[in-house]
């Protein structure tokens, strides 16, 4: 029969999964994966390619769970599925959708690296892979990073020259702008001695002024320094 002590009972447990919530909040944001910079790849069919993740935990983990999934227009999969007991062990895998993947990095020693590699390439390999990561310590909060992997015939050779370009002309514009720089640094070098040298005449004829004003050294102090 449901009473007081069984809604009390609930009260409790919405009260401190509230308060728990406020608790986690904060670590929730404490595990993070990470897949690298490029989150689009390309490789060519026929060869292999690591697929880049690593996780970072400052509240260290236990019992971990991980697994890549794998997302193409027509299919959807879990490629390879796992526990990390903690951070002294390396990564068991418990599931392995294709003998073409297998797991590399460590986890040891802060690694937390749980790259995959993908053999023998097909096109049909093209697609979304994402790395997920699940720390029961984190109240199992699932923290994920995707990469675009495009399988090609041939890797275009048109990226890299529009990079180079690009660079080329980064550079050039860099170059330019320390070249305008060290000129305005010597034009401003050449003022400045200028006019030091017309100052010196300055002083000196001021000099003669004072002498005629019969304030002799005075004048010449007494002038603001001259802007450049
Ligand atoms: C990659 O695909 C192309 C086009 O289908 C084919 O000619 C080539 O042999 C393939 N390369 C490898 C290494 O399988
Ligand atoms: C796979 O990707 C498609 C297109 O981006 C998306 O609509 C779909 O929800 C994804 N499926 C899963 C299971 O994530
Ligand atoms: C993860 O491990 C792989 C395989 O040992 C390695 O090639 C890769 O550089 C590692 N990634 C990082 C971020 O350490």
């Known amino acids: 029969m449901p009473g007081a002590g069984d809604r009390g009972a609930a009260w409790a447990r919405w009260l401190g999964t509230g308060l728990l919530g406020l608790f986690l909040l904060?670590?929730?944001?404490?595990?993070?994966?990470?897949?690298?910079?490029?989150?689009?790849i390309y490789a060519v069919n026929g060869t292999e390619i690591l697929l880049p993740c690593?996780?970072?935990?400052?509240?260290?983990?236990?019992?971990?769970?991980?697994?890549?999934?794998?997302?193409?227009?027509?299919?959807?999969?879990?490629?390879?599925?796992?526990?990390?007991?903690?951070?002294?062990?390396?990564?068991?895998v418990k599931l392995k959708d294709s003998e073409r993947i297998s797991l590399e990095g460590s986890t040891k020693e802060k690694m937390n690296n749980i790259s995959i590699l993908l053999r023998n390439l097909d096109f049909r390999d093209?697609?979304?892979?994402?790395?997920?990561?699940?720390?029961?310590?984190?109240?199992?909060?699932?923290?994920?990073?995707?990469?675009?992997?495009?399988?090609?015939?041939?890797?275009?050779?048109?990226?890299?020259?529009?990079?180079?370009?690009?660079?080329?002309?980064?550079?050039?514009v860099i170059?330019?702008?320390?070249?305008?720089?060290?000129?305005?640094?010597f034009i401003a070098f050449i003022v400045k001695k200028t006019q030091e040298k017309k100052k010196e005449c300055l002083v000196s004829s001021s000099g003669n002024d004072n002498t005629e004003n019969g304030l002799p050294g005075s004048k010449a102090e007494e002038k603001p320094p001259t802007k450049v």
Do not use: R
Not at 56 to 85: A, M, R, Y
């Open 54 to 92: 690593t996780f970072s935990s400052c509240f260290g983990f236990h019992d971990l769970q991980f697994w890549w999934s794998f997302n193409s227009s027509d299919t959807f999969k879990i490629l390879i599925d796992g526990t990390v007991k903690n951070e002294k062990s390396d990564p068991k």
């Open 126 to 172: 093209t697609g979304k892979y994402t790395c997920h990561v699940k720390n029961p310590k984190e109240n199992y909060l699932q923290h994920q990073a995707t990469i675009l992997l495009h399988v090609v015939d041939k890797l275009e050779e048109v990226d890299n020259t529009v990079t180079l370009i690009i660079l080329a002309v980064v550079g050039g």
């Open 26 to 40: 904060p670590m929730s944001l404490s595990l993070e994966v990470s897949v690298g910079k490029a989150t689009t």
């Open 175 to 185: 170059g330019l702008l320390i070249l305008i720089m060290l000129v305005k640094k």
